[in-house]
């Protein structure tokens, strides 16, 4: 495979005695949409959570743009998930006090850059992402499929190298899940988003770049 962004080798995690992942390898392209599918507790948001820097595995190792994670410390891994990596999460996360505006500004606060072209650079985004009649809602003003639309746009604030998205269609009714899967598409194409898409929803495989499989913690 060429231009592998994101890659791991032998990636291993137990929960106590509980084999969570089982000697997971996989290797994700530049502009890859790469889905992962698997029933639920077969393994697929622990293994999101090690991909992206959240969690240490306890073997194998992970390798982002060709760095190594287990290398990283926990400064560096902050670093990483902040400026290389987007989440998307079934649940929204945003912070219900913050409208959608200042919740995609959120990410860019620890980096020192003018106030004016950080709004600048957070409406073009809730404008691409379909939301720019929303910019000074509060998420508890929006759809679930706005918030989302609101996540999405967060996610891709500091230009992530990839965005990991765990079952971001999970809490959204068909026709909204629909759009929301269209929108990932669409960002994939256009802006050339890689993205590692995590869900157990049949429908949005087909619509994939790629499909892999985990059951009990391993690729089938
Ligand atoms: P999925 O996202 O595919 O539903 P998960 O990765 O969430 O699966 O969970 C896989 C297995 O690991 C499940 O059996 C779950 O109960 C267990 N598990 C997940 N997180 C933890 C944790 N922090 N501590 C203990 N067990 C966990
Ligand atoms: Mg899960």
């Known amino acids: 495979m060429s231009n592998v962004?994101?890659?791991?080798?032998?990636?291993?995690?137990?929960?106590?005695?509980?084999?969570?992942?089982?000697n997971i390898?996989?290797?994700c392209a530049q502009g890859e949409l790469l889905a992962i599918g698997g029933q639920s507790g077969s393994g697929k948001s622990t293994l999101l959570s090690l991909l992206g820097g959240l969690e240490y595995s306890?073997?194998?190792?992970?390798?982002?743009?060709?760095?190594?994670?287990?290398?990283m410390n926990e400064d560096e891994l902050a670093l990483l998930r902040r400026e290389k990596v987007g989440f998307v999460f079934q649940s929204f996360n945003l912070i219900p006090t913050l409208t959608a505006l200042e919740n995609v500004e959120f990410p860019l606060f620890p980096i020192k850059s003018a106030k004016k072209d950080m709004e600048e650079r957070a409406k073009k985004l809730l404008e691409v992402v379909g939301l720019k009649d929303r910019l000074h809602?509060?998420?508890?003003?929006?759809?679930?499929?706005?918030?989302q639309r609101v996540a999405i746009a967060r996610?891709?604030?500091?230009?992530?190298?990839?965005?990991?998205?765990d079952e971001p269609t999970g809490n959204l009714d068909s026709a909204a899940g629909e759009e929301i899967f269209q929108l990932i598409k669409r960002l994939n194409h256009e802006m050339s988003v890689t993205f590692?898409?995590?869900?157990?929803?049949?429908?949005?495989?087909?619509?994939?770049?790629?499909?892999?499989?985990i059951k009990d913690g391993r690729l089938v």
């Open 5 to 22: 962004i994101l890659s791991c080798e032998g990636l291993t995690k137990r929960y106590e005695n509980l084999l969570v992942i089982d």
């Open 25 to 27: 390898s996989l290797n």
């Open 58 to 71: 306890d073997e194998g190792e992970i390798y982002l743009e060709g760095q190594p994670l287990s290398k």
């Open 137 to 147: 809602h509060l998420p508890a003003k929006l759809s679930g499929g706005e918030k």
């Open 155 to 165: 996610a891709l604030i500091n230009n992530p190298k990839i965005v990991f998205a």
């Open 196 to 213: 590692l898409l995590v869900t157990h929803d049949e429908n949005l495989f087909d619509k994939a770049d790629r499909i892999i499989r």
